[in-house]
């Protein structure tokens, strides 16, 4: 079903703490984003890498981190920084070249701050 | 990075109505339009989208309109069903590369 997956589903964090966020696709897809979802406010651009070994933030990007050092996989970690992270994440994929790049989202994670 | 409006919020019609859903965007170097619907505790999915070489496409009840110049485009639903109801986000993508989603519209269809 859209060949990207994230986990888990849901996540609970005590304050304080560091938690990451899976990402993973088999689309062979070489740009891959992370989406922060509250309620009002849409999909908000939290980070997102074109090619391996390389990424850039977002509108959101402050308390967050990435990694991309696979194609297939770009993990999001949620820092003690970010003050507010009780929220719903998504991951999506897209081809990155061409102009009609669509973007194929995951099933998101859903991280409660306790 | 590129600034999406989307209006309105939320939008309410009658079964067999139409709804239109309109976005701008910022970023002239902007080419590809994509609309999404998600529905209650699903994620987001592609249901029409438009190139910036293009000034409408239609796809049997949905179309989407587009006005470069004035940096504006629109979804189209026509006689509108139940299973219509949903969040649809608007998205650009631009000159970089990057995609960027409007704030959503929650429909609503009443039958």
């Known amino acids: 079903d859209g060949g990207i997956t994230q986990s888990p589903k849901y996540l609970f964090r005590k304050e304080g703490q560091n938690v990451t966020l899976s990402c993973e696709q088999n689309?062979?897809?070489?740009?891959m984003y992370w989406y922060r979802q509250d309620p009002g406010q849409g999909l908000r651009l939290i980070y997102y890498?074109?090619?391996?070994?390389?990424?850039q933030k977002g509108d959101i990007a402050e308390g967050y981190s990435v990694s991309r050092e696979k194609k297939e996989s770009f993990p999001l970690t949620v820092t003690s920084a970010q003050k507010n992270p009780t929220a719903f994440y998504l991951c999506?994929?897209?081809?990155?070249?061409?102009?009609?790049?669509?973007?194929?989202f995951g099933q998101g994670t859903r991280l409660t701050v306790v | 990075g590129e600034n999406v409006e989307q209006h309105p919020s939320t939008l309410s019609v009658q079964e067999g109505d139409s709804a239109v859903i309109k976005c701008t965007y910022s970023?002239?170097?902007?080419?590809?339009f994509p609309w999404y619907k998600q529905e209650l505790g699903k994620r987001p999915q592609l249901i029409i989208d438009i190139r910036s070489n293009v000034g409408e496409k239609k796809d049997q009840r949905i179309a989407v309109t587009l006005n470069k110049t004035a940096k504006h485009f629109s979804l189209h639903i026509t006689e509108t069903q139940p299973e219509d109801s949903a969040v649809y986000f608007c998205a650009v993508k631009t000159g970089a590369n990057n995609l960027f989603f409007g704030t959503g519209t929650r429909l609503t269809v009443i039958p």
């Open positions: 999506a994929s897209s081809i990155g070249r061409g102009v009609r790049t669509e973007a194929f």
């Open positions: 970023d002239s170097a902007s080419n590809y």
């Open positions: 689309l062979n897809h070489d740009a």
């Open positions: 890498s074109q090619i391996v070994n390389d990424f």
